[in-house]
């Protein structure tokens, strides 16, 4: 990454990095919650399960033994039920053989029946390697033959996808258990809580092995030890203030996301409200269930929280992560006696690392590191030196969760880490996770997310913030979400396209009345070139934009298009076609490479002051090239695309 891209709105300009940290004393340099303490929040040997057992000791202890730990998907199970069968199955399990150390799989696509399972899991001292059931036989047979797994949890609808030969059970090489027809057995077992013995023990104290997409744009398990995972549960139920919440829990149960929802939901004893199973997750029959189910936490993505047109009256806490947030989107769903925390998850990372509240007149941030977490901005270009506040770098992140990672070593994930060369109070892994986003930290000691470094986009010359032009957009009156993205229009050539969907109130409206707000908000290279209508914004398994899987933009662009369209009728006017007779004239074509302007007294009458002359096409002898009468006119007239850089 060139060192000028970093925060220099022109190429042309590169910004001035600080050649040197030394003189900055370290607590200039690396970022903390001063308001909160830094001490673990997990000993050495703490196991997630015991988290659930002290919660639900603490929920009896304190009389409110009818509380709810998950209310949903036909199931409704207090923290003491949920435990006890919890303990049914794992001794189950045992019976079959299983024990501490062990992977098994779960497939699951009733998330209440699964929550059940994971316990029992964690009890007996195994690794739980969630599987998604909307995933195709392929990618699960590679995810059980990685992972190692030993036997496979499911239910009876679902054993057809791991057994009978499919090409599941070629490589499992282990057991299948339907856990719904072993319901009638399990049931005659204690519910009383295991004894040491049957939990067993395993040195690596490792509780999941969630495979995601990692950089190499592979399948990649990602191993969470059971310390960073308590530690992280219970920062973030102490931070977010879940306690007593009906909080939904909606992403998909193989991701980290689900594990986050789960642990931080029962570490703060609140209530897990699951989403109906095959059902959809968003717009109005997301909006239709969360009141139905009277949520009163909800945890989404930007792109997700636009299809909820309505608001939530209930909704007392709103988490939003995954996505830059924009600020019209908190002004729509800011509200007296309803916290709204904005939370940052680098990619590539387990756990949330920094969080803050936002308001809708105060700048948007991702705040300070959790507790136990720290932040540092390191110079991209040179990664083992910190830059000071308010110089724009990579952010770093430290702390417990860096202890988890890629068993196998992936080469791209280790240059993804640098030595802990500041030497960070509490970084027990000894390492900064390099998170490839762009930072700064501001004068009120928050961190501004800054972008992607590899995604930064430059428009003429000047850099663009999508966010904020995604932003504005949102703020049109009739437009319910909208993504902005860069589009290669031509080789070299880079325009933005505002993609957007309408209110269902809305039943149309006009783009110059878009691009009129637009403009009235916006500086001029942050206008889109194009805007396309859209009937939903193509989201991924996390609910996050699809930026990928965006149509390609077929509208007309701005002022530049009715330009072209201008000199065209012009030509038909002039020659009785669209194209000239190539003796009379040579054919006017976009040169793919810049050349030197036609020089001439003849005034630009037809062109904007925005635009400049076109060049003559490449390639075209001297001899032919226009020098006189309208056809030296006609080719000034045609503005060239893209103009010229500034």
Known sequence: MPEWMLGSPNPAEPPRLSNSCSGAALSELILIDELEAQGWRARQDDRLDNVFEQRCDWIREYGRAGQLAVDGDGLSLTYEELDAQANRLARYLRLHGACAGDRIALLFDRPAMAYVVVLAVLKIGATCVPLDAGAPNERLAFVVADAEVRITLTQSHLRGRVGGGSSLQVVLGGEVISVDEAAPLIAELSRHRLQPAERGRHPDRLAYLVYSHGPSGWLEGVEIGHRSLCNFARVAAEIYGLRGHRFHQGRPLGSAGAVEEIWVAWAAGATLVPGPAGASRRGRDLHAFLSAERVTALWATPTLLTTLEADLPDLRLLLVSGEACPQSLIARWHRRGRRFLNAYRPSGAIFTATSAEVHPETPVTIGVPLPTYAAVILDPARPRRALPRGTAGEIGIAGIGLSCGYPSGNDLMEEAFVEDFLGIPGNSSGRIYRTGDL????????????????????????????????????????????????????????????????????????????????????????????????????????????????????????????????????????????????????????????????????????????????????????????????????????????PYPP
Request: net charge negative; proline share 13%.
């Open 439 to 642: 930072g700064r930290v501001t004068d009120t000691g928050g961190i501004e997310h800054l972008g992607r470094i590899d995604r930064q986009v430059y428009v003429r010359g000047e850099r663009v913030d999508v966010t904020e032009v995604e932003s504005v957009l949102l703020t049109t009156p009739g437009v319910a979400g909208a993504v902005v993205t860069p589009h290669d229009s031509t080789p070299g050539v880079v325009e933005l396209v505002g993609y957007y969907t309408l209110r269902a109130d809305t039943p149309g409206i006009d783009e110059e009345q878009i691009r009129s707000w637009l403009r009235d908000r916006l500086p001029p290279h942050q206008v889109p070139d194009r805007l396309e209508r859209l009937d939903a914004i193509p989201m991924t398994a996390q609910n996050v934009a699809d930026r990928a899987g965006l149509p390609a933009p077929v509208s007309r662009g701005t002022e530049l298009d009715r330009l072209r369209a201008e000199n065209a009728e012009l030509l038909e006017q002039l020659y009785g076609g669209p194209e000239p007779d190539s003796d009379r004239m040579p054919r006017l074509t976009t040169p793919a490479q810049p050349a030197t302007p036609v020089a001439g007294p003849d005034p630009d009458w037809m062109l904007s002051s925005r635009h400049r002359p076109c060049r003559p096409p490449s390639g075209l002898p001297r001899s032919e090239s226009p020098s006189c009468g309208p056809r030296r006119s006609l080719n000034r007239r045609l503005p060239f695309h893209p």
